[in-house]
């Protein structure tokens, strides 16, 4: 079992920024990838980015060039830096991970919940 803690989120101004943290635990050598998704009122949850063991990343195409996935190897945690937040980043964020031979996410936290003020 793999046990999975966001933190980071709050209120900003459009244009600011926002660092998320997500903090894996329990048995993380079965993680083969991780990921930020995201969910707004009403709408589909939906991926934001995600980061492979390898350290490949893909980013969903509204976030490029604003949000960055990373890790810390040694903390064994994930981040998603937001920079030039939108008011329509408006959303619950969700860490996310995937297993070894497992086609789609099966781990997630409680999310946290990112909110931008135009």
């Known amino acids: 079992q793999v046990q999975l803690v966001e933190s980071g989120g709050g209120l900003v101004q459009a244009g600011g920024s926002l660092r998320l943290s997500c903090a894996p635990s329990g048995s993380v050598f079965i993680i083969n990838a991780m990921g930020w998704y995201r969910q707004a009122p009403g709408k589909q949850r939906e991926l934001v980015a995600t980061i492979m063991r390898d350290g490949s990343r893909n980013y969903a195409d509204s976030v490029k060039g604003r949000f960055t996935i990373s890790r810390d190897n040694i903390k064994n945690t994930m981040y998603l830096q937001m920079n030039s937040l939108k008011p329509e980043d408006t959303a619950r964020y969700y860490c996310?991970?995937?297993?070894?031979?497992?086609?789609?996410?099966?781990?997630w936290g409680q999310g946290t919940q990112v909110t931008v003020s135009s």
């Open positions: 996310g991970a995937k297993r070894y031979g497992v086609g789609q996410y099966d781990y």
